[in-house]
């Protein structure tokens, strides 16, 4: 009873951490795919699904042939994971101002191209052997070759701490620390939460089977957990956001998934065994109990989340913040504000029994209808020129309510707070002047109520000025603490270059376009630069000839080995080289390299994108010189 409780609970971890790791994997490939450190832990989680999600397969079957295939397919994750895993740190590591110099950027790659060859022989059958199912679960053979690849496994975690290590001690924020502890712990337990596998076939596992059992289910149990703090860790590079936003879409992230996934999962296999136990078919019931744990999960979500956060990721800032969600939720829209004055033009043709009327609104300086009801052609007629806006200004020193403006009866609306002429309401006239008491009440209640619209909706128009103003600021603010969170000295990056508008990809983009001579090279900002600065002596202190040097080794950086091709891993490098380097035009290149110039556009795209993380690599290296770096 025991063996089968702990191999229905590690199933149900092996299945949750298959699922979790996919869906952090996705949430990865969406947000911040293009930091470093990010791509690398995509990799690793990538992995995880593959040993997880093979792993849980092969448990779920009974034929051998596809065991054995799962099997294998486990394997292929377990194989790359130490490489990613090297990867993964040597990421954190450049991220904290230790860019590499070459070693280990080499060692990395050396590092996959070993998982591949192992990959290699896993396939040809000399890494491990076929499918047995002695021993407390269904597993591959062991080979001699197993052995030399637990060695490099554990060589690959010892070295993938000891830099997450260094990276940890060139970190000063505290918050910055302790999240290199987590990713640090993450590392060694996602290691040996998957080295039980690597023990399948031992003498160990053959001896003591519940033990073993027992331990895959604590680490996997391990693995889910710090999976979680190792994604939380990671979410907070290569995105702005403020700290309180990532934590709240992390936290609702985790409730819409791992955590609904692992409360199914639950119930299915409670449903499984509750089934076996009473000999009944509980079959029937599964999709049933998924789909209505399914939406008891996102129902109670919806309820606590709003509460949960406010509680623990807005408290200090709740006021401001709940202020601003009101507003967003309150928001006048020009669609609101269209709707409205409808009703209010509606109630005005009841009230005096005609078919057509308008609002008209003033705005900077010139008046036009906001919206309209009735006879087309009388509306057009109405005459909204500089002639009216005279007469409206009469009407307004003379305190005139109501006035006669060709068809219409015109009634001035006027700002509650500061008396200023906002608009004007128009109905067809019914009549003559003065109106009826109960008709001029009606009236004025109705213009008060589209002045109150209409002065409500600039009031909000200030604000979003105010707020464009004020957008780019508080981007640049929110970019430089996030890159600062675990390295300092990009304090001092030049502010211009954190800018939305002003980004490095956009700066290389304007240097490249003038190449040859031009003000965006030679005015530049990417003249301040370090590394630009440093190459003054190697071009006789000509600064623009030092940012085209600049630029020339970064585009050589992105060369591919090997003699120039015009193959598809040569296209960036050759759209480079022959349009800003030579100087040739769009349809003579797209021509040369067999491609349409919208796709050669997008590869431009790219191609210049790949040029600013060199630009930005140099440079990072270049002021790590200026500071003493290691290697």
């Known amino acids: 009873m025991t063996s089968s409780l702990l191999q229905s609970l590690n199933q149900i971890f092996e299945a949750g951490i298959a699922i979790s790791a996919l869906s952090l994997f996705l949430r990865a490939l969406t947000f911040n795919l293009r930091d470093r450190v990010s791509r690398s832990f995509a990799i690793v989680l990538a992995c995880l699904v593959v040993v997880f999600s093979g792993e849980a397969i092969s448990g779920a079957v009974e034929i051998g042939n596809v065991q054995d295939f799962w099997l294998k ?24 101002g230790q860019p590499s110099r070459g070693r280990r950027s080499k060692l990395v790659v050396i590092g996959y191209i070993i998982s591949f060859l192992f990959l290699l022989t896993l396939f040809f059958g ?36 000891w830099s997450i290590w260094r990276a940890y001690k060139r970190t000063k924020l505290r918050v910055s620390r302790r999240r290199m502890w987590y990713l640090m712990a993450g590392v060694l337990f996602i290691s040996f939460g998957t080295y039980p596998y690597l023990q399948i076939g031992s003498g ?17 149990m391990a693995v889910f957990f710090f999976l979680l703090m190792m994604a939380y860790a990671v979410a907070f590079f290569g995105v702005p956001w403020p700290d309180r936003l990532i934590k709240s879409r992390l936290f609702k992230w985790f409730l819409r998934g791992p955590a609904t996934v692992f409360i199914v999962l639950f119930m299915i296999t409670f449903a499984r065994e509750s089934g076996n136990y009473f000999e009944s078919n509980y079959a029937v019931s599964i999709p049933i109990i998924t789909a209505i744990t399914v939406l008891f999960m996102e129902h109670l979500i919806t309820l606590i989340f709003p509460t949960l956060e406010r509680l623990f990721f807005n408290s200090g800032d709740q006021g401001n913040i709940q202020l601003l969600q009101t507003i967003s939720d309150r928001l006048i829209t020009t669609g609101d504000l269209k709707q409205f004055l409808e009703a209010v ?38 005459g909204l020129d500089q002639t009216l806006l005279e007469r409206v200004s009469e009407s307004q020193n003379g305190n005139q309510s109501v006035f006669a403006w060709g068809d219409f009866w015109l009634f001035p609306l006027f700002s509650p707070q500061k008396g200023s002429l906002l608009g004007l309401l128009g109905v067809l006239q019914s009549g003559k002047l003065p109106l009826e008491e109960n008709q001029r009440i009606a009236m004025n209640l109705l213009g008060e109520r589209a002045a109150l619209a209409l002065d409500d909706r600039n009031m909000q128009q200030q604000i979003f000025n105010a707020l464009q103003e004020l957008e780019p600021k508080v981007d640049m603010i929110q970019r430089l603490r996030a890159a600062t969170r675990y390295d300092q000295r ?34 530049s900002p990417l003249l301040s630069l370090q590394v630009v600065q440093e190459a003054l002596k190697e071009n006789d202190g000509n600064a623009v000839n030092a940012l085209r040097s600049t630029l020339k080794e970064a585009i050589s950086r992105v060369r591919p080995v090997g003699d120039r091709r015009f193959t598809a891993e040569w296209i960036l490098f050759n759209i480079l080289e022959m349009k800003f380097m030579e100087g040739r035009k769009v349809r003579e290149i797209a021509l040369r390299l067999a491609m349409s110039e919208a796709d050669l556009y997008r590869k431009q795209r ?12 140099m440079e990072r290296i270049a002021r790590s010189d200026g500071n003493g770096g290691g290697s």
Not at 505 to 523: D, F, I, R
Request: proline share 4%.
């Open 73 to 96: 397919t486990q394997w292929v994750g377990i194989v790359f994971l130490p490489a990613a895993l090297v990867h993964f740190s040597d990421a954190l590591l450049e991220t904290t």
């Open 606 to 617: 790219i191609a210049i994108e790949e040029v600013s993380k060199v630009v930005l690599d």
């Open 126 to 161: 000399s890494l491990l052997g076929p499918v047995t199912f002695e021993g407390p679960v269904p597993h591959l053979t062991r080979t001699s070759l197993s052995t030399f690849f637990i060695a490099i496994y554990l060589i690959a975690v010892i070295f993938s701490v």
């Open 204 to 220: 160990f596992a053959f001896a003591n089977p519940e033990i073993f059992i027992s331990l895959a289910t604590l680490g996997n």
């Open 345 to 382: 033009i509606a109630s005005a043709c009841d009230q005096l029994q005609v078919s057509t009327a308008f609002i008209a609104a003033f705005d900077q300086g010139g008046i036009e209808q906001v919206v309209q009801v009735g006879d087309k052609q009388l509306l057009e007629k109405i």
């Open 490 to 523: 990009e304090m001092f990056t030049d502010l211009d270059l954190l800018s939305e508008d002003k980004s490095v990809n956009q700066l290389v983009k304007e240097a490249l376009s003038h190449y040859w001579g031009g003000p965006k090279l030679s005015e």
